[in-house]
Structure formats: C-alpha cells, structure tokens
C-alpha cells in the first residue's frame, strides 16, 4: 500500500516540476515479446488475455465438390481461442492469414471434408472455442506461417505460428 502511495506521490511531484514520467507494466513488455517470437504448432501464445494454440494441422486434397485453383490443396489449422480478459471477446475467421514467404492470405476457404470451421462469435470472460481454418495453399510450398491479428487498427500486430 505504502508503494504505491510513494509512487503516485513521486509522479506528481515529477509532473508538477516539469517532468513526465510514463510507468510501463511488465505485461506489456511481455505482451510485445509474444508478437515478435514464432510459436511451434502445440504452444499457447498469449496477448492482453487472449491465448490462441495452434492444435494441429494437415495438408488436405479438394473434394469432388471443391473449385480450387490447379496446383493447390487445403492446408486446415486446428486452433483454440481462449478468452482470458475480462472484457468479452470478439473473433473471426478473418483474424488470421496464412502467410507464405512473405505473401498473406486469408483463411477463408470452406473445404466439403472439413467440418468444424470457425465462424464469427464472442467469447465471454473465461471462455474458449476450438475450431478449424481453412486456406488455399500451393502444393509444396514451403514455411506456412499463421497469423492472428491482434489489432484492427496495425496490420502488423501478429501472434505467428509456424506450420511445420
């Protein structure tokens, strides 16, 4: 208790001479460590409360119904959102990217052999949701990445996963 009556009484000191004094809590220095590692499929990665693992995910051939480009396949990632704020949650398949060397795609497509694709919803505090996305992906191209933006405002806000 004591502290943090010091601490507010040194930053209005500092403010009041002229001084301004920003205090960063150690979750943000964490929380900016997460959007610069890449995570291995089977970890959790965690951001202002929201934790995204990459369950598992496979390489899958089109369907007899499926209009996909020549060359390509499905590459279909199982995931699970869990909402660890204390604010609701809201998500989307249009969150994540696949991204290969360099080049992001959306995972917006919707195999016939794939059930369980994650849809649009909220979670409320405590939370979770496990689901697949889907992308169109070319058949041995290398490195896949899965991005989860975290922030509509910079695109460059991402919790990555590599898919190997």
């Known amino acids: 208790m004591r502290k943090g009556i010091y601490k507010s009484m040194l930053l209005a000191t500092l403010t009041m001479a002229g001084f301004t004094a920003v205090v960063t809590p150690p979750n943000t220095i964490e929380a900016k460590s997460v959007l610069k590692k890449v995570f291995k499929v089977g970890k959790t990665a965690t951001y202002k409360g929201i934790s995204l693992k990459v369950n598992s995910f496979q390489y899958v051939e089109p369907g007899e119904y499926d209009s996909i480009d020549e060359g390509k396949h499905y590459i279909v990632a199982n995931v699970t959102i869990t909402n ?39 979670l409320d505090k ?32 991402n919790i990555t996963f590599s898919l190997k």
């Open 84 to 122: 660890k704020s204390r604010e609701s949650y809201d998500y989307n398949p249009y969150d994540f990217k696949l991204n290969v060397n360099g080049n992001n795609t959306d995972f917006d497509a919707y195999p016939d052999n794939v059930d369980n694709l994650i849809h649009s919803g909220t």
């Open 126 to 157: 405590g939370a979770s949701v496990t689901g697949n996305l889907a992308a169109e992906i070319k058949q041995g191209a290398t490195n896949p990445k899965l991005k989860m933006g975290v922030s509509i405002f910079d695109d460059s806000k």
